[in-house]
């Protein structure tokens, strides 16, 4: 079986600052794993994905993502933050059929004018 | 293209009464996931549909949720004798094919569904 764990529900930014969403993870073999973001009264779009290429993912819109095995973690970074990053944002692990993803709770980003 | 569409976008119902839920995926996609998202929660699995494959039913929560899917195209999710607790944003997905993770998911809009 395999989870994920957000280790922050809300984070709070200045516009031009930088972000940093946490995520680690759980899994008995080498998982596939995603960040999606998900706007108000939309369905989630997908950010960027590890699947055992690069440790370092750049995905869509200037956001990037570490794999660190060792930690057990993925966490997503972007430099400067925008007012349209304001958003929830889910950190997802794939399961052993791999079309089972496993979903953290999510975490809400706001962005400070 | 067109993406993943999902009808109603909202749903409001009465407590006891059967909702069908409607997803059109993306054209040429053979697998169709449908989640449901619980207010402020992460999304859940309920079902996955590959081709004419045996679905995946695993998630359904109770024998109240069932789902149909003809072929590689419109899927519906069917909740019989609605209960409050039902109340979330149904997610419909679809890939081209599962089982490989190069194959991303492809979400709709959601229903919203109230239960009063």
């Known amino acids: 079986a395999q989870s994920v764990t957000q280790l922050d529900s809300h984070v709070s930014v200045s516009e031009g600052t930088p972000v940093l969403l946490r995520c680690n993870y759980s899994?008995?073999?080498?998982?596939?794993l995603f960040w999606y973001v998900q706007h108000p009264n939309k369905g989630l779009q997908l950010l960027l994905k590890?699947?055992?290429?690069?440790?370092l993912v750049k995905g869509i819109n200037g956001f990037e993502a570490e794999f660190k095995k060792s930690e057990t973690s993925f966490h997503l970074t972007k430099p400067s933050a925008h007012m349209s990053d304001a958003a929830e944002y889910f950190c997802?692990?794939?399961?052993?059929?791999?079309?089972?993803?496993?979903f953290g709770a999510g975490t809400t980003v706001t962005v400070r004018a | 293209g067109a993406g993943v569409s999902q009808s109603p976008s909202n749903k409001v119902t009465e407590k006891g009464k059967d909702v069908e839920l409607r997803c059109d995926p993306i054209?040429?996609?053979?697998?169709l996931y449908w989640y449901r998202q619980r207010l402020g929660q992460g999304l859940e699995f309920l079902i996955y549909f590959q081709g004419n494959s045996a679905p995946d039913k695993s998630g359904l929560p109770s024998d109240r949720f069932s789902a149909e899917r003809t072929g590689e195209s419109v899927s519906t999710l069917t909740i019989q004798r609605t209960q409050q607790e039902d109340s979330a944003v149904y997610l419909c997905?679809?890939?081209?094919?599962?089982?490989?993770?190069?194959?991303?998911?492809?979400f709709g809009d959601g229903t919203r569904l109230s239960i009063l």
């Open positions: 590890y699947t055992s290429a690069a440790t």
């Open positions: 054209s040429g996609h053979t697998a």
């Open positions: 997905a679809s890939s081209f094919r599962a089982g490989s993770s190069n194959q991303p998911q492809h």
């Open positions: 997802v692990v794939s399961g052993s059929n791999d079309y089972k993803l496993s």
């Open positions: 899994s008995s073999y080498s998982p596939s």
